[in-house]
């Protein structure tokens, strides 16, 4: 017995070596902070629209904090983790990072003194970035004003909030590599899967996750939970009324609203303004991928008959009713919400065509009752009120009625419930 406990340890103690070397990384030597005169315009001009449409503001920016200080909070199933400085501050950003410490970050997910850093950071994604794009994104970076904002403790219980023990996830998970075109698709196509498979990190929003918080590889885009909002699926199963054909994708990529699918809000909202900084070609680009991706490529759609058939279900609730619900609706929301006879105005998103109604989820409609949309977050000028004051029940019976009137499809379960928890996460997220 006692053979077998000594043997039992000498395998144990011979596995930790053995993770910890495949664990530890070597810091890298801090350097002087880079004067910002030594970058070329052009380089920090090119940084800057790749660091808009990798939102890199959005999560490295706390609400009413300094741009790129950090200190956003990222709820996840482990905890909160707090976005860094990545300002070129030296003693709390990164301003001491030499290029090559920047670019182990963005291709490895490993920090400049050596330790692994969360995935709620998606090196999963930007390792696919070329050389030329991260020296682009460092010149950005390192010409941006300095922050001392010092990083603030994540909320990750021990063990996991083990760095090292990243190393274990990225052994399962991350599979890291310079992005690959494919020789059987064509320039535009490649252009587009390299921007949302990279920079714009598509899938760490519309992919869903695993127990262990990696992308569910197998089922690209499929759609998923992501702060308390739906990012509905990305691929064939997308259940607009109208689907996203390329034309849709790059007006709304480029504006944030869609003629059939209606207005940005949300997570998505900062988005489409960061995506609205490429070129017309890259979102030309990232339409045809994903255009190829739902199905949609090469086929001529005719939303006519759909359109028909929201502008008819529309008109319901907007006359003389004794429905409670559908006067709700009258006196709350028709007058914006209602179209002409034949066409559909893109500021007055019709409710029929909209996703937020078709999803199996009613979140997302929830949530911009419950919240509105600020002119900052959809089309510029135009703003949808919030109705926070409504009660659970009142959101839920307009929830309900515009699900049975407007699709056809299975009512919702335990609405006010759900009301109810999403004004919850709001308020304690103030």
């Known amino acids: 017995m006692k053979r077998i406990l000594t043997v039992l340890a000498a395998v144990i103690l011979l596995g930790l070596a053995g993770f910890g070397i495949l664990a530890w990384r070597s810091a890298i030597a801090p350097v002087e902070r880079p004067a910002p005169a030594s970058f070329s315009p052009q380089l920090v001009q090119q940084g800057a629209i790749l660091a808009a449409a990798g939102y890199c503001s959005t999560c490295h920016t706390a609400r009413g904090g300094q741009p790129f200080a950090g200190g956003y909070a990222m709820a996840t199933q482990f905890g909160t983790i707090y976005s860094t400085n990545i300002t070129p501050d030296v003693e709390t950003g990164i301003g001491d990072w030499s290029e090559a410490a920047f670019r182990r970050a963005m291709r490895e997910g490993v920090a400049r003194d050596g330790s692994h850093l969360f995935p709620a950071f998606p090196f999963d994604h930007f390792n696919k970035l070329t050389d030329g794009d991260i020296a682009a994104l460092y010149a950005f970076l390192m010409t941006q ?3 001392k904002a010092p990083a603030r403790a994540n909320t990750v219980p021990f063990p996991l909030n083990i760095r090292a023990l990243q190393a274990g996830w990225k052994l399962l998970f991350f599979h890291p590599g310079p992005f690959q075109p494919d020789p059987a698709k064509g320039a535009a196509w490649n252009r587009g899967a390299y921007l949302a498979e990279g920079i714009s990190h598509c899938g760490a929003c519309h992919t869903p996750r695993n127990p262990l918080g990696a992308e569910k590889r197998d089922k690209p885009f499929a759609g998923a939970a992501i702060d308390n909002w739906v990012a509905p699926a990305l ?8 689907p996203w054909n390329k034309a849709e994708l790059t007006t709304y990529l480029g504006t944030g609203v869609s003629r059939y699918h209606g207005t940005a809000a949300g997570p998505m909202a900062p988005v489409v303004h960061g995506l609205a900084q490429l070129p017309p070609s890259d979102l030309d680009a990232i339409a045809t991928y994903f255009g190829e991706l739902n199905g949609t490529a090469g086929k001529a759609l005719d939303p006519a008959p759909a359109v028909a058939k929201a502008l008819a279900a529309g008109k319901t609730g907007t006359g003389l ?18 179209n002409g006879a034949d066409t559909v105005n893109p500021l007055r998103p019709e409710l029929a065509l909209n996703n937020a109604l078709t999803l199996d989820d009613p979140t997302n409609l929830i949530q911009v009752v419950l919240h509105g949309i600020d002119a900052k977050d959809g089309a510029p000028g135009v703003v949808m009120p919030a109705f926070s004051r409504f009660s659970d029940a009142d959101v839920a019976r307009i929830a309900a009625w515009l699900r049975a009137t407007r699709t056809g499809k299975a009512p919702w379960p335990d609405l006010e419930k759900k009301v109810a928890a999403i004004r919850a996460q709001a308020e304690q997220g103030e």
């Open 145 to 147: 004003p300095a922050v």
């Open 321 to 338: 009713t004794y429905d409670p619900a559908a006067r709700l609706y009258a006196a709350a929301c028709a007058s914006c919400h209602y």
């Open 235 to 242: 691929d064939r199963t997308n259940a607009a009324p109208v």
